[in-house]
């Protein structure tokens, strides 16, 4: 039961996060998405943010799979959270550093697709073509959940 709990908090918790920096990005207001990221990751993986941002792709996976299987929870909303980062990079004009998030954010969401099913299988397929579709521009954001 306690872990149900836990769980449901995450997730609301998580939901209220990726509220606030969707409704900084539509407002145009990248600074403050940038921020909000941060904090949603502090809160999501209660890790300082400099550490988890000097972390590749595949070392975001690795430090996400302690004991030896991928915390897919935390994976997929960790990659959320990066691609809506990308975006606010992107709309501030930091292209390279907004590049380097969506990569990682395509290694998290690599490493959870075959772990997924249903609603969440859709929606991290659903990103991963939007990261590899090159051709979108500046403020054509993620497909929104």
């Known amino acids: 039961m306690?872990?149900?709990?836990w769980l449901l908090r995450q997730i609301e918790q998580m939901g209220d996060a990726l509220r606030r920096?969707?409704?900084?990005l539509r407002e145009h207001r990248p600074e403050e998405a940038v921020e909000?990221?941060?904090?949603?990751?502090?809160?999501?993986?209660?890790?300082d943010p400099d550490l988890v941002d000097a972390l590749t792709g595949d070392g975001l996976v690795t430090m996400l799979?302690?004991?030896?299987?991928?915390?897919?929870?935390?994976?997929?909303?960790l990659a959320e959270l990066l691609v809506a980062r990308?975006?606010?990079?992107?709309?501030?004009?930091?292209?390279?550093?907004?590049?380097?998030?969506?990569?990682?954010?395509?290694?998290?969401?690599?490493?959870?697709?075959?772990?997924?099913?249903?609603?969440?299988?859709a929606r991290v397929s659903e990103l991963l073509g939007w990261l590899s579709d090159d051709a979108r521009a500046v403020g054509d954001g993620p497909p929104r959940a």
């Open 2 to 5: 306690y872990q149900t709990d």
């Open 21 to 24: 920096l969707l409704a900084a």
């Open 36 to 47: 909000l990221s941060r904090e949603a990751v502090l809160e999501l993986l209660d890790t």
């Open 65 to 77: 799979s302690a004991g030896g299987t991928l915390d897919t929870f935390r994976a997929h909303m």
């Open 86 to 121: 990308a975006e606010a990079l992107a709309m501030l004009g930091h292209d390279a550093e907004a590049a380097v998030e969506r990569d990682r954010a395509r290694a998290l969401l690599s490493a959870v697709l075959p772990m997924s099913e249903g609603a969440t299988s």
